[in-house]
């Protein structure tokens, strides 16, 4: 079945670092790609999405790009702040390839910000 | 514009009791999703409606755990005689049309059994 693995939290940063979250997934067909963030006391919210291979996403500074040949889908930052802090999510959506009709998530990577 | 919400925010429960979780999507929005998300871990699918119809419920752990859309707009997600491991967090989301749709994540409800 399909899946979705990213790194390990926490992840600990000082303010401007740059930043990466992996992710890679598995999947049956051609899965649309998502990254989700959850700021603290509030509920999940779309960061970013790239629907095929080699889109780029893009959304308050963050980036991420469909590596179909690496079946990656990694976030990128180039200089973070504390306001950044919270639980990154990244998912998959696989339903016209056969799989659920939901999204997959990976487990989830707390990233802290330190000023 | 309001965006999803659900209620109660925190529900505990006994153990064997029935609980009634609710969600009240975006006005307008055709798909609605259920997920369950453990303590420390990512959402899981539990099962999606296309208006009132239930079209995937492949998700749900048992036969202890059904949901209802019966007019296309709310959902209620019911669990049946209530297990120490059905404690997580019951997330509710809603999108425009398509299932490739963004999904609109609503607060949650908290469901602790003791």
């Known amino acids: 079945g399909d899946s979705v693995t990213q790194m390990e939290g926490p992840v600990t940063l000082s303010e401007e670092a740059f930043l990466t979250i992996n992710c890679t997934y598995t999947a049956t067909g051609y899965p649309s790609l998502f990254w989700y963030v959850q700021y603290p006391g509030e509920g999940l919210q779309l960061l970013l999405k790239?629907?095929?291979?080699?889109d780029k996403g893009s959304n308050k500074g963050f980036e991420a790009t469909y590596r179909k040949e690496t079946t990656s889908f990694h976030l990128e930052k180039g200089s973070v702040q504390v306001s950044d802090s919270a639980v990154y999510f990244c998912?998959?959506?696989?339903?016209?390839?056969?799989?659920?009709?939901?999204?997959?998530f990976g487990k989830g990577t707390h990233l802290i910000i330190q000023p | 514009g309001a965006g999803v919400s659900q209620s109660p925010r925190y529900k505990v429960a006994k153990r064997g009791q029935d609980v009634a979780l609710r969600c009240d999507p975006i006005s307008g929005h055709v798909s609605l999703f259920w997920y369950q998300q453990a303590l420390g871990q990512g959402p899981e699918f539990l099962t999606y409606f296309q208006n009132e119809a239930q079209l995937d419920k492949s998700g749900l752990p048992s036969d202890r755990f059904f949901a209802e859309r019966p007019e296309g707009s709310v959902s209620t997600l019911k669990i049946q005689r209530t297990q120490q491991e059905d404690s997580a967090v019951y997330l509710c989301a809603s999108s425009p049309g398509e299932i490739s749709d963004t999904q609109y994540f609503g607060p949650g409800t908290r469901l602790t059994v003791l």
């Open positions: 998912a998959l959506s696989d339903q016209a390839g056969g799989g659920a009709d939901g999204l997959t």
């Open positions: 790239a629907t095929k291979a080699d």
